[in-house]
Nanobody, 118 residues
Framework: QVQLVESGGGLVQPGGSLRLSCAAS????????MSWYRQAPGMQRELVAT???????NYADSIKDRFTISRDNAKNTVYLQMNSLKPEDTAVYYC????????????WGQGTQVTVSS
């Protein structure tokens, strides 16, 4: 079992930056693909970025070159650095952990609100 707790959301002006964190409890963090999703009001949840167990990170086209996902396996934490934020980035951001072999071991955090507004 993995529990995920996101933090770092808030209100920021357009063009500003935020860094989201997702702290994982439980064992085997390094064996999980870690992702950030977001869900805006009235919209479906969408994948923002993934940092896999091995291999290169990948990003949604809408945030490419503005957001960076990273992980610190020693701290059981994944980050999302968000720069040049736009009002359309406003959403609840969710952290996801999916085991690299056992796909049924799939966990979600409770979400953190990001609001981009002047």
């Amino acid at each position: 079992q993995v529990q995920l707790v996101e933090s770092g959301g808030g209100l920021v002006q357009p063009g500003g930056s935020l860094r989201l964190s997702c702290a994982a409890s439980g064992s085997g963090f390094s064996f999980y693909h870690m992702s950030w999703y977001r869900q805006a009001p009235g919209m479906q949840r969408e994948l923002v970025a993934t940092i896999p167990v091995g291999g290169r990170s990948n990003y949604a086209d809408s945030i490419k070159d503005r957001f960076t996902i990273s992980r610190d396996n020693a701290k059981n934490t994944v980050y999302l650095q968000m720069n040049s934020l736009k009002p359309e980035d406003t959403a609840v951001y969710y952290c996801n952990a999916r085991h690299f072999v056992a796909a049924d071991r799939n966990y979600w955090g409770q979400g953190t609100q990001v609001t981009v507004s002047s």
